[in-house]
């Protein structure tokens, strides 16, 4: 029951997709980098020539749907390098089986491997391993593997300055629109407070500071978009406080003052989806000290607002509220006076750094008890097998095995299963789609099939995010259209061949991943351990400048930030690692509802610390904090101490791992405070006592459980 039920949540993935990745101008922009070169050799006769500049453009164009400019234009480029040095290996080696197979399966390993380095790295990878696996198909002789390579690379180029000469022609950026959606994220999570709004927010805190990061765009409207940031961030604790507060009182019986909570939140809402709406400006250019700039106005009207609203309020309420109207009123000023902009140190990397931490990541992941290693090693073995069975088989297109393997075999079950299924269904409709039309339509001229490579080009750029098993179909459809003026044969000739090496494509990724399989369940200790130290680290930074007020620096939103983003980052890692492992078909050794018990306090303990911070930057904090508080912070860090180190060994039951959580649970249970007459400060200190104890609870729990088993 458990295996069945779990395999029908990878199914239903196939179905899942994301309105926000659908990519409608980089698919457009793609689409006709790869028919222009088309054309151009049906126009001059050279119809060879212009399908290898297409394959080169095609290949390449899958690097630059997302991301920054800048992200898009290297790792474009990076492809289009290794692309070219793949073409010319695979051409020459291509007559060579042994050989071929053994390059494969080293170009398979590396694409694996640079999963570990970035998102991007493993993209080059894989893509350069396709072309590998294509071009070793048709051996050529060391000139015309030249002339090969030399196409592929013209291709890569092509599509590269078409994607930088729109970006010239818009507006818009991905900078811009990441810092937007923070605003529209944290917008959603002021109207509706749950844990999957604040994950969307750290989710977008996230993707928004890495995009930041990696940007050429002018250096004023970039640190702009700093400013607008961190505001956010600013703002996002004063939200947390307030929608802590407000579920605090209704539970305290303060039905009044929860009601003044819940309205401001409203009022916030409102003005954050305003200004998320006005980002682009900032980024576009636009002069801030123009009076007739909305966003300006915007500025100051909401911070007036808020002001307003504040005064008819009381106590940390009124606080919290008036401390996001000086955080707009300062945003206003920052962006309107003329100043000398700079950038936080993390944006000034220089690309020598930049290259030695990657070489350090790569490292890294050099041992058996890496996934991203052992992922590597599956992935090579399934090219080698898929290389070997091409190799061998009398099918004309047999090619399409190996390279279906390498696309659909991921790190993860959840991924690998899913991707296979999508795989399957996507390619059978996308060779009928594509098959139909060229059978019902003579085309002598071309025009016909340029035409049908635009739309299907067009719609597998914007679909490759969106949903994977739409993504196939396109694919599918532009592969057997591009590859019919290659091979010059007719569609349906080469219909069942494509379609019987996809299916076995598959299932060898199947059958390679079942052989030596990576479960989540076995990791997913020390995913969650990992999230428990970062709320640690973070607690601790908070709770020492609670210990000592009279600093001479004062706090600022960038002085926790290295933390925070720590806790960002783990509890997004946590989430997904619970997800994908609920969808694997073998039980954990960890109870599922106790691990989401323990994922659900982690984000209460987040949203708690985030209102203790609003605390300390809106300097309230006059004096040291009283001692009993004092005992409390110093007996929860303890606690999340030794649970991180219970959680971390990973034996439910293991007897020195259950001294440790008895310990905790020791005290936990040690601390007994009245939250109806503590201040904001202790009410928020017993919240964290109290969620660490329930994390204890349901791990002593767990643990009771698996010992009767």
């Known amino acids: 029951m458990l295996l069945r039920r779990r395999m029908w949540r990878s199914i239903n993935a196939v179905t899942a997709h994301d309105p926000g990745n659908l990519r409608i101008v980089p698919g457009i922009r793609n689409a006709f980098g790869v028919v222009l070169p088309l054309i151009f050799g049906l126009v001059s006769h050279h119809v060879l020539s212009g399908v290898g500049i297409s394959a080169g453009a095609l290949v390449s164009g899958f690097a630059g749907t997302t991301g920054t400019a800048r992200r898009r234009t290297r790792t474009m480029l990076l492809a289009t390098l290794w692309m070219t040095v793949t073409t010319l290996v ?30 991007a790295a493993g993209q080059v990878g894989l893509l350069s391993t396709n072309a590998l696996i294509l071009i070793s198909t048709s051996p050529q002789s060391p000139s015309g593997a030249l002339y090969r390579a030399a196409l592929v690379l013209a291709g890569g180029l092509l599509q590269t300055s078409i994607m930088m000469a729109v970006d010239l022609c818009t507006t818009r950026s991905a900078e811009a629109d990441a810092v937007a959606q923070v605003y529209h994220r944290l917008a959603t999570y002021a109207r509706d407070r749950t844990r999957d709004t604040d994950l969307a927010v750290a989710t977008a805190l996230v993707d928004a500071d890495a995009t930041l990061r990696d940007s050429y765009m002018r250096m004023p409207a970039r640190a702009k978009l700093y400013r607008l940031l961190n505001t956010a961030e600013q703002i996002r604790f004063y939200v947390v406080a307030l929608a802590e507060m407000a579920k605090g009182r209704t539970y305290a019986g303060h039905r009044e003052e929860s009601a003044d909570a819940r309205r401001a939140l409203r009022q916030v809402a409102s003005i954050l989806e305003k200004v998320g709406d006005d980002v682009w400006m900032f980024a576009a250019g636009r002069d801030p000290r123009d009076p007739q700039s909305p966003t300006i106005n915007l500025l100051v009207h909401a911070a007036s607002e808020l002001e307003d609203l504040a005064e008819s309020m009381r106590g940390d309420i009124c606080a919290h509220v008036h401390a996001t109207a000086v955080a707009l009123r300062q945003l206003h000023r920052d962006l309107s006076e003329r100043t000398i902009w700079h950038l936080p140190a993390e944006a000034r990397e220089s690309i020598g750094r930049r290259l030695k931490k990657a070489a350090m990541s790569f490292a890294n992941h050099l041992t058996f008890h890496s996934a991203t290693f052992r992922h590597a090693l599956r992935a090579s073995g399934a090219i080698g097998l898929g290389m070997l069975a091409a190799r061998t088989l009398p099918w004309q297109h047999a090619y399409w095995l190996p390279l279906t393997a390498n696309i659909i075999l991921r790190p993860d079950f959840t991924a690998t299963f899913g991707r296979g299924i999508a795989r399957v269904i996507g390619t059978v409709a996308g060779i009928l789609l594509a098959t139909i039309p060229m059978v019902g339509v003579h085309d002598r001229t071309g025009i016909f099939g340029s035409a049908l490579i635009v739309v299907f080009g067009a719609a597998m750029y914007m679909l490759v995010n969106f949903n994977y098993a739409l993504f196939s179909c ?18 349906y000739v080469t219909m069942e061949d ?164 008895e310990r905790a649970i020791a005290v936990a249970f040690a601390i007994d405070a009245d939250l109806e007459q503590q201040d904001i400060l202790a009410r928020a200190f017993v919240r964290m006592d109290t969620t660490t104890r329930t994390i204890v609870r349901m791990l002593q729990t767990d643990t009771a459980a698996s010992n009767t088993l």
């Open 474 to 491: 396109a694919l599918t459809a532009e592969m057997v259209v591009l590859l019919s003026f290659f091979e010059r044969a007719p569609a």
């Open 498 to 661: 494509r379609l019987l090496d996809t299916v076995l494509g598959s299932c060898l990724a199947f059958l390679v991943y079942l052989v030596w399989p990576t479960w989540q369940h076995r990791e997913i200790h020390s995913v969650i351990a990992d999230a428990v130290a970062a709320q640690r680290e973070y607690f601790h930074a908070v709770f020492s400048a609670l210990c000592d007020p009279l600093q001479v620096i004062q706090p600022t939103p960038r002085k926790f930030q290295s933390q925070r983003s720590a806790v960002r980052v783990s509890r997004t890692n946590a989430a997904v690692a619970i997800r994908q492992m609920l969808n694997e078909p073998v039980g954990p050794a960890w109870n599922p509802h106790t691990l989401l018990g323990v994922l659900l306090a982690i984000h209460r303990l987040s949203d708690t610390l985030l209102s203790i911070e609003a605390y300390v930057l809106e300097r309230r904090i006059e004096e040291p904090i009283r001692e009993e508080l004092v005992q409390i912070g110093q007996d929860i860090e303890l606690g999340l101490d030794l649970i991180e180190a219970a959680i971390r060994r990973g034996g439910a039951r293991d007897m020195e791992g259950r001294r440790m959580r």
């Open 90 to 119: 695979g051409a020459i080696a291509g007559a060579h089986i042994w050989l071929i197979v053994l390059l494969t399966m080293v170009s398979g390993w590396i694409a694996g491997m640079m999963i570990g380095v970035s998102a």
